[in-house]
């Protein structure tokens, strides 16, 4: 069965430090590898993606994902966090050679980020 | 144009009661869809339309639930004799098919209390 995993319920990182959210996933094929962010009341907000080429993806607000084939992840990093990056964070991924009559995006439960001033 | 934008952003209603959401998707955004989501999951889709053309719906969707887009611009989701269980965030995102990244924008969602 086609699944993503993010196995931390919630992560904490002080201020100014790296952070590491992980994502594993499952499915068959190439996959489209996807994060999103989600504010509290808000909807979700693309960051990046993965579809092919270089395995380290930069995104929207310092944050960028290193696609490793061999272990199935892709696991969202950013350098040095901020207090305003404290939200939830989804993993996503699709199966390009799913039907596109059957498009839907297979998520992660989400992970909370708490940045630590 | 900026976004996906939905309306209402917040609904409360009594439990039988009919409800009705729309969205706005992103101009020339050809595909809109529809998804739910409960506090601590991500989103379980729903429905999707190819301009006006609702081309699938998820068994999640009952018959209380129906969805259009009759110009294939705006669409709009009603829920029919709401349940308790309807309570959550509902969520209408757009593409463009042109896009060979097949990425999707989210709408900030419009939370519904059935009470």
């Known amino acids: 069965a086609q699944s993503v995993a993010q196995p931390e319920d919630q992560v904490n990182v002080a201020e100014g430090n790296p952070l590491t959210v992980k994502c594993t996933y499952s499915?068959?094929?190439?996959?489209?590898l996807f994060w999103y962010v989600q504010y509290p009341n808000r909807g979700l907000q693309f960051l990046l993606k993965y579809i092919t080429g270089d395995n380290l993806v930069k995104g929207s607000y310092g944050f960028e994902a290193e696609f490793n084939k061999s272990q199935t992840s892709f696991h969202l990093k950013k350098p040095s966090a901020l207090v305003s990056d404290s939200a939830l964070y989804f993993c996503?991924?699709?199966?390009?050679?799913?039907?596109?009559?059957?498009?839907?995006?297979?998520w992660g439960a989400g992970t909370k980020l708490i940045i630590k001033p | 144009d900026t976004g996906v934008s939905q309306d209402p952003r917040h609904k409360i209603t009594k439990r039988g009661q009919n409800v009705t959401f729309r969205c706005d998707p992103i101009?020339?955004?050809?595909?809109l869809y529809w998804y739910r989501q409960t506090l601590g999951q991500g989103p379980e889709f729903l429905t999707y339309f190819q301009n006006e053309a609702q081309l699938e719906k998820s068994r999640l969707l009952s018959d209380r639930f129906s969805a259009e887009r009759p110009k294939g611009s705006f669409s709009t989701l009603e829920i029919q004799r709401t349940e308790q269980g309807d309570s959550a965030m509902y969520l209408c995102?757009?593409?463009?098919?042109?896009?060979?990244?097949?990425?999707?924008?989210f709408g900030e969602g419009s939370w519904l209390t059935v009470v």
């Open positions: 499915v068959s094929g190439n996959p489209y």
């Open positions: 996503a991924v699709r199966d390009p050679g799913a039907m596109d009559s059957n498009y839907q995006l297979i």
């Open positions: 101009s020339e955004h050809n595909r």
């Open positions: 995102a757009s593409r463009f098919t042109g896009d060979s990244g097949n990425t999707i924008y």
